[in-house]
C-alpha cells in the first residue's frame, strides 16, 4: 500500500530507491520492535536487562527472518526456472548463498538492537531521555536496514552488498556477541 502511494506520487525510479530505503525497513523495524515491545510489557520482570533484550530480540528476528525466507527463496526459485539469462545458475547460488548465509543474521541483529536500546530507556529518570532512546533504538537498525537493502536492489555496484556485510554488519555482529557473552558472564548480584 506505501508502495503504490510513493508510485503515484513520482516516478517508478524514485519508488524503486523509496521501497528499499525507506519503506521496507522502516514496516519491519516497527512491526518487529512492537512485537518486541509487547512481550517487554507483559513479560516485564523477565524481560529487564540487556542480555534478556537481546535473547528475546534474537528470537523475535530470527523467527521473522525464517518466515521471509521461505518466501525469498520460493521467489529466487520461481526466478530461476523463468530465466531465459546466460548467468542465471549463478545468479541462483550467489541468491542462495546470500539469503541462507547472511540475512538470517541481520534481523535477530537488528531486533537485539531495538531491545537493547528500549530495556536501556527503561532505566533513566528522564522522560524525554527515554524518549529519546526508544527513537535511536529503532533508527539505528531502520538505517541499517535501509543501507543492506539499498546495497541489494538499488546500487549499481554488485559487490556493494557483500562489502557492506564484511564491513558494516560482521563487526556489529562481533561486538555484539562479545556483549552478549559479556553480559553473560557478569557476576550476579
Known sequence: M???LVDSLGDKQF????RPLLITPLTEEVSKGAFLIWIM???????DDPLDAIIFGSLVGAGFAFSEQVLYFGQI???YIRSTSNDAELFLVVSLIIRALLVPFLHPL?????GVGLVISTKLQSKVARTIISILS???????????????????????IVQFYLLGICPLLV???????????????
Not at 537488528?110 to 531495538?114: A, E, G, M, P, Q
Not at 556477541?177 to 558472564?185: D, E, K, P
Open 110 to 114: 537488528f531486533v537485539s538492537l531495538i
Open 41 to 47: 510489557l507483559r513479560r516485564r520482570a523477565e524481560f
Open 77 to 79: 526459485v520461481s526466478d
Open 2 to 4: 506505501l508502495q503504490a
Open 15 to 18: 519508488g524503486h530507491l523509496v
Open 138 to 160: 529503532f533508527v539505528f537498525p531502520i538505517t541499517l536496514h535501509g543501507i543492506w537493502d539499498w546495497a541489494s536492489v538499488a546500487s549499481e555496484n554488485r559487490y556493494l
Open 175 to 189: 561486538f555484539f556477541t562479545a556483549f552478549a557473552i559479556a553480559l553473560r558472564l557478569r557476576p550476579t548480584t
